[in-house]
């Protein structure tokens, strides 16, 4: 499997001063990102417009690309010259997104990231601990999975496995134990060791099932799991998992997946008793919520936190980006432990409502939206972005 090609470049048409310390700082950041400057077939080009007159040098340097990143400022006719390449680009089947130069460094890193992550997908071994839960009538992980593969394990042999575990190291120390005794949150932490012994990658879990075997819930497993960067999901819902896998190798942090949940007027809130525990201000192990048997995660999150809401559905091919920040980090309603309410625009709401994917969001503590546009494009899938 060959690696995809990223290559940058910055074109002019005159030296215009000012400009040499701007194609310094863009070539830095590029080649920091992973990105050549070397001739030859490219997948992804990044390219700094300096100035107006250089439509033909754009044009040349995007050649083969899948995707095009073009970056403009404010003087020179730099936007100028860069919306009229893109405009034959586009017209001609390549997917272009223009950005400002101030925002180059983090697009040229997501974008780096989102191209990795096409790569990393192929051949991916996703484990599923008893398969899709019998609700999951639609998030079943039928359709495209990227090149992703998923192997179903025997709740049993979870539990089996489990038994004989030493209990994970739980990252962090709970301000509070709620109808939880120390014995059973230990027993919980040892179904995280026999996950990560019979898993060689992303995992999910048919969580109700295995608290019929197991006698308690995996949801703080799961939670310490992702707190550690092994990418683990509930409900044996792949789609949301695989949605948490791009967060989170676009972000380089945990992800977290929850039950949509209407919030406060003009929030959008997800709620689950997975929450990863690193990304949490504090936390609580108490009962999960629907049976309120052990152990669920009740996380208190800081308010103001840029936030980025996904979701990836297989069926249609379609990966939905929603920008987002935390409006209230603490439970307000009757629903599963952890409640996070975000701020999100108008048109999120109304996707939510209008073109639902599913019981279940992925959220990651970002703003990862230009990764999901790149990883869109790369990919040849519909973004709906809001």
């Known amino acids: 499997m ?7 470049a910055a074109v002019r048409s005159s030296g215009s001063p000012g400009l040499d ?8 950041a590029a080649e920091a990102a992973g990105f050549s400057a070397e001739p030859g077939p490219v997948d992804l080009a990044a390219v700094l417009v300096l100035t107006g007159g250089t439509e033909r040098k754009i044009l040349e340097a995007s050649q083969g690309a899948k995707l095009v990143l073009l ?32 925002s180059a460094g983090q697009v040229l890193v997501q974008a780096a990231r989102a191209a990795e992550t096409v790569e990393e997908l192929k ?12 609700w999951l009538v639609y998030s079943t992980g039928e359709g495209d999975l990227l090149g992703a593969s998923v192997e179903v394990v025997p709740l049993e042999d979870l539990a089996k496995e489990a038994e004989g575990a030493e209990p994970d190291q739980m990252p962090g120390q709970p301000s509070r134990l709620e109808g939880v005794s120390g014995e059973q949150v230990e027993r919980a932490l040892r179904l995280a060791s026999a996950m990560r012994r019979l ?36 409900e044996g819902d792949v789609p949301s998992l695989l949605t948490m896998y791009i967060l989170s190798k676009l972000s380089g942090r945990p992800a977290w997946m929850g039950n949509v949940t209407p919030g406060p007027a003009g929030t959008l809130a997800i709620a689950h008793c997975t929450f ?20 669920g995660v009740r996380a208190y999150v800081r308010e103001g936190l840029r936030a ?20 209230l980090g603490r439970p307000f309603t009757r629903a599963c432990r952890t409640q996070v309410a975000f701020r999100v625009s108008e048109r999120a709401l109304e996707l939510t409502l209008s073109r639902p994917m599913g019981a279940h969001y992925a ?5 990862v939206v230009p990764g999901l546009r790149a990883f869109a494009s790369l990919e040849g899938l519909r973004l709906e972005e809001a």
């Open 276 to 295: 990863p525990l690193s990304e949490a201000s504090s936390f609580e192990l108490t009962t999960h919520f629907e049976t309120d048997r052990p152990v």
């Open 363 to 367: 959220v990651v503590f970002d703003d």
């Open 71 to 102: 970056f403009y400022h404010d003087s020179y006719n730099s936007l100028a010259a860069a919306s009229e390449a893109a405009s034959l680009l586009q017209a001609s089947g390549v997917s272009v997104q223009l950005y400002d130069f101030g």
């Open 308 to 327: 980025t809401l996904a979701k990836y559905d297989p069926r249609t091919r379609t990966l939905r980006a929603i920008r987002a920040e935390v409006a």
């Open 21 to 28: 310390e701007m194609e310094a700082e863009f070539r830095r």
């Open 199 to 234: 898993s060689e990658g992303p995992l999910t879990v048919r969580c109700f099932d295995l608290l019929r075997i197991y006698g308690v819930t995996p949801c703080l497993a799961l939670a310490a799991l992702n707190s550690k960067g092994l990418i683990a999901g509930c």
């Open 2 to 8: 060959r690696a995809l090609r990223l290559r940058y």
């Open 123 to 134: 051949g991916l071994k996703i484990t599923s601990f008893g398969g899709p839960s019998e």
